[in-house]
């Protein structure tokens, strides 16, 4: 990797949204897991444990939200910076972004 890339890992909305991207998927990822060791907390009587997954079961599902939410801003200002810009998208192109 570019020692750039590495100064400024966010230098465009375009990385950004790659970035949101990653962290929404490995959100999703974390809740299967945690949901199952939740599920396991409660066949095995584990109360106190299973409060605590389901704690941090609530606290990823906040964040996803925040994620999605970000990720419609960043679409809604890459949009808008083409606008300003007059960045012409092909159909393809305009399709690929929805």
């Known amino acids: 990797m570019q020692a750039d890339k590495l100064d400024r890992p966010f230098s465009s909305i375009e990385s950004s949204i790659e970035f949101m991207q990653i962290l929404g998927e490995t959100i999703l990822e974390a809740t299967k897991e945690l949901d199952q060791e939740?599920?396991?907390?409660?066949?095995?009587?584990?109360?106190?444990?299973?409060?605590?997954?389901?704690?941090?079961?609530?606290?990823?599902?906040?964040?996803?939200?925040?994620?999605?939410?970000?990720?419609?801003?960043?679409?809604?200002?890459?949009?808008l910076r083409r606008l300003i810009l007059n960045e012409r998208l092909s159909v393809e192109q305009l399709i690929a972004t929805i």
């Open 38 to 79: 939740y599920q396991l907390a409660l066949s095995e009587r584990q109360e106190r444990r299973a409060r605590g997954i389901a704690l941090a079961l609530f606290k990823l599902k906040t964040l996803n939200r925040h994620v999605y939410r970000s990720r419609r801003e960043l679409n809604d200002l890459r949009m």
